[in-house]
Protein backbone atom coordinates (compact mmCIF):
# COMPACT_ATOMS: atom_id res chain seq x y z
CA UNK A 1 0.00 0.00 0.00
CA UNK A 2 2.09 3.50 -0.98
CA UNK A 3 1.82 5.91 1.76
CA UNK A 4 0.05 9.26 1.36
CA UNK A 5 2.33 12.60 0.95
CA UNK A 6 2.97 14.87 3.57
CA UNK A 7 1.17 17.96 3.92
CA UNK A 8 2.98 21.66 4.11
CA UNK A 9 1.77 21.55 7.79
CA UNK A 10 3.24 17.98 8.56
CA UNK A 11 6.71 18.85 6.97
CA UNK A 12 7.12 22.39 9.00
CA UNK A 13 5.91 20.13 12.25
CA UNK A 14 9.00 17.16 11.58
CA UNK A 15 11.04 20.11 10.64
CA UNK A 16 10.68 21.67 13.76
CA UNK A 17 10.88 18.85 15.77
CA UNK A 18 14.73 17.73 14.32
CA UNK A 19 15.53 21.37 15.25
CA UNK A 20 14.55 20.64 18.70
CA UNK A 21 16.24 17.62 18.74
CA UNK A 22 19.45 18.86 17.46
CA UNK A 23 19.23 21.97 19.41
CA UNK A 24 19.17 18.93 22.52
CA UNK A 25 21.74 17.17 21.15
CA UNK A 26 19.78 13.95 20.74
CA UNK A 27 20.00 14.58 16.54
CA UNK A 28 23.73 15.57 14.63
CA UNK A 29 23.74 18.65 13.15
CA UNK A 30 23.60 19.00 9.42
CA UNK A 31 26.10 18.44 7.64
CA UNK A 32 27.38 21.49 5.51
CA UNK A 33 27.43 20.51 1.71
CA UNK A 34 30.58 19.85 0.17
CA UNK A 35 31.80 21.92 -2.50
CA UNK A 36 31.73 19.19 -4.87
CA UNK A 37 33.52 20.84 -8.24
CA UNK A 38 36.52 22.86 -5.65
CA UNK A 39 36.64 18.83 -4.03
CA UNK A 40 36.84 17.38 -7.66
CA UNK A 41 39.83 19.99 -9.06
CA UNK A 42 41.61 19.65 -5.81
CA UNK A 43 41.69 15.88 -5.62
CA UNK A 44 42.40 15.39 -8.98
CA UNK A 45 45.19 18.15 -9.12
CA UNK A 46 46.78 15.86 -6.10
CA UNK A 47 46.41 12.61 -7.57
CA UNK A 48 48.46 13.87 -11.06
CA UNK A 49 51.19 15.53 -8.95
CA UNK A 50 51.81 12.50 -6.58
CA UNK A 51 51.16 9.62 -8.45
CA UNK A 52 51.74 8.98 -12.56
CA UNK A 53 53.90 5.89 -12.30
CA UNK A 54 52.85 2.67 -13.92
CA UNK A 55 54.12 0.70 -11.17
CA UNK A 56 51.31 2.87 -8.64
CA UNK A 57 48.59 3.21 -10.77
CA UNK A 58 48.26 1.46 -14.04
CA UNK A 59 44.75 -0.87 -13.56
CA UNK A 60 43.33 1.84 -10.99
CA UNK A 61 44.20 4.49 -13.58
CA UNK A 62 41.88 3.35 -16.14
CA UNK A 63 39.29 2.22 -14.05
CA UNK A 64 38.97 5.73 -12.61
CA UNK A 65 39.05 6.81 -16.25
CA UNK A 66 36.17 5.37 -16.71
CA UNK A 67 34.36 7.48 -13.67
CA UNK A 68 36.18 10.93 -13.35
CA UNK A 69 37.69 13.31 -15.51
CA UNK A 70 38.77 17.15 -15.42
CA UNK A 71 35.87 18.30 -17.54
CA UNK A 72 32.51 17.22 -15.07
CA UNK A 73 30.26 19.97 -15.34
CA UNK A 74 28.55 18.57 -12.11
CA UNK A 75 29.59 16.12 -10.12
CA UNK A 76 27.40 13.07 -8.37
CA UNK A 77 27.28 11.02 -5.26
CA UNK A 78 28.89 8.40 -7.35
CA UNK A 79 32.27 10.49 -8.57
CA UNK A 80 32.55 12.04 -4.91
CA UNK A 81 32.78 8.32 -3.84
CA UNK A 82 35.36 7.69 -6.92
CA UNK A 83 37.13 11.29 -5.55
CA UNK A 84 37.37 10.39 -1.92
CA UNK A 85 38.84 6.75 -3.20
CA UNK A 86 41.67 9.14 -5.04
CA UNK A 87 42.18 10.86 -2.10
CA UNK A 88 42.60 7.32 0.56
CA UNK A 89 45.12 6.53 -2.18
CA UNK A 90 46.97 10.06 -1.97
CA UNK A 91 47.30 10.57 1.59
CA UNK A 92 47.95 6.46 2.43
CA UNK A 93 50.83 7.32 0.12
CA UNK A 94 51.69 10.53 2.37
CA UNK A 95 51.40 8.54 5.61
CA UNK A 96 53.43 5.46 4.34
CA UNK A 97 56.41 7.92 2.95
CA UNK A 98 56.47 9.46 6.05
CA UNK A 99 56.72 6.61 8.40
CA UNK A 100 60.00 5.29 6.22
CA UNK A 101 61.58 9.22 6.72
CA UNK A 102 61.15 8.62 10.20
CA UNK A 103 62.83 4.90 10.40
CA UNK A 104 59.40 3.40 10.84
CA UNK A 105 58.08 0.46 9.43
CA UNK A 106 55.39 -0.22 11.71
CA UNK A 107 51.96 1.69 12.87
CA UNK A 108 48.75 0.80 14.20
CA UNK A 109 45.09 0.15 12.41
CA UNK A 110 43.56 2.95 14.55
CA UNK A 111 46.22 5.52 13.19
CA UNK A 112 45.64 4.89 10.04
CA UNK A 113 42.13 5.07 10.06
CA UNK A 114 42.50 8.53 12.26
CA UNK A 115 44.98 9.68 10.11
CA UNK A 116 43.94 9.18 6.72
CA UNK A 117 40.94 7.46 5.59
CA UNK A 118 38.47 9.01 8.54
CA UNK A 119 38.74 12.56 7.76
CA UNK A 120 38.14 11.74 4.08
CA UNK A 121 34.81 9.73 4.54
CA UNK A 122 33.53 12.33 7.16
CA UNK A 123 34.02 15.32 4.24
Known amino acids: MKQKRLTQREKAERAAFKKQMQEKGVFPPDKPRLNRKKFAKEVLAEFN ?29 EEVGVLKLLKIAIETKR ?14 IEEYLDKVVIPIVRL
Not at 50 to 77: H, N, Q, W
Not at 96 to 106: A, F, I, S, V
Open 95 to 108: FMKGLYGEGCRQYT
Open 49 to 77: NEFGGIEDTLYLYKAIGCMVGPSMREVTS
